[in-house]
């Protein structure tokens, strides 16, 4: 599921509680814009706890990311059951439906920091929509204030945050993408996180004899699952000290440290082909993938990493046309 997509989801589920509340009021005369809002409140709650709860037991998904949803589906149950309190709550401060709110909030930070570090950028959005909504509903608990306008605006775009937040971590792990700078499960980064890694080793390439090689791949054709085996596939055939990513629907980049000639390069090539003469398993099917490779190793004291992934990216497309799943070497221009 696309960003997009989430959006667009929640936004008819939130159109469609609201048109729902509005029929009832019509019929019964009995229901207002605040009971209108509790609803659309409720709806994203839900949505967060589902989705969270689905998150917790995502097998894409690393051990310690899916016990921080599992801790913060909790906290998304405890402010759905605000919501619930809150519409009978004629008690002062602290009502129950406060005790519920304020509950939530250690519980989600507990949540957000069992994360894996990188994650916790991201996050962050999620931890400032908490607050936002606790010292809101708090402040209007305390001058028992029923909101509305500018109020019930801010309640909603927060607890829209907090639904958005378990959604996007689902659809990474449903289409194999990590969230920005940070590897998935299958080990494979993103293009931020390949630019950041492949600066940082051309810096330091720039202190000792060996360099560094870049390898593009592109994978011929295949659906999602297909792609996401062979991002695993190159993974597993590279050193554990070496960045694989993927930086396009079938385009992969993988860094190779500590390089001293191209030759090197193309022996991991080599390895790699071999790899893939196994079929990969999608579902009852096996299917043999096909990719061309294109290599080019950094200059000495090159540092410009835009530039080394351009020459990569130049000797993937100069394969011959009579052999387009070869390997193409794009030479260092030594001097």
Partial sequence: MSRLGAFVMLLGIGLAATLISVQAEADAAV?????QVAMTLFVLDMTALAAAVVAWWHPALTPATRRAWGIMAVAFGLLAGSVLLRRGDAAGFPAPADLALLAAVPVLLTGLFVLPARLRIRVA????????TVAGETYLSIRQDAGGGMQDSVRLIAHFLL??????QLRDAVTGEAAPGEPAAS???DRRGLHDALTVELARAVRGPRTVAVVATELAGGGAELRSAYGRMLRAN?????????????RFIIILRDISDVSQAEAVVARLRDAMR???IIGDTAIQPRAGFGITVANPGETDADAVLHRAVQALSD???TAPHQASTHEPDIR
């Fill in 31 to 35: 229901l207002g814009v605040g009971t």
């Fill in 163 to 168: 639904a958005l937040a378990p959604l996007a």
């Fill in 278 to 280: 196994e079929p990969i």
């Fill in 187 to 189: 080990g494979v980064v």
């Fill in 238 to 250: 590279v050193l554990g000290t070496d960045v694989v990513a993927r930086v396009a629907a079938d």
């Fill in 319 to 321: 394969r011959t046309p």
């Fill in 125 to 132: 959005l999620l931890a400032a929509a908490m607050l936002a």
